[in-house]
């Protein structure tokens, strides 16, 4: 026999899962404004020297295959 009810009306409806979310959300220990600001140096930071590293490891293997180009071609 089919259901009339839909699986999400079963469940408790859209209600129940933003009220879940909000529940979900009074239990998050939020950083305050001076641990913000330090997480946010950090990873501009650690992005800039990771885009170094792949800009230097770029520019080594262009060299590389020029060198290369030059030897063979």
């Known amino acids: 026999m089919a259901k009339s009810n839909s699986a ?30 330090n997480y946010t140096i950090v990873v501009f930071l650690v992005t800039i020297f990771i885009a170094f590293i792949i800009y230097v490891f770029d520019a080594v293997f262009a060299q590389l295959f020029n060198t290369l180009l030059h030897f063979v071609g």
């Open 8 to 37: 999400v009306q079963q469940r408790g409806g859209f209600g129940k899962f933003f009220r879940g979310v909000k529940a979900e959300l009074k239990k998050v220990v939020w950083p305050t404004k001076k641990e913000l600001i």
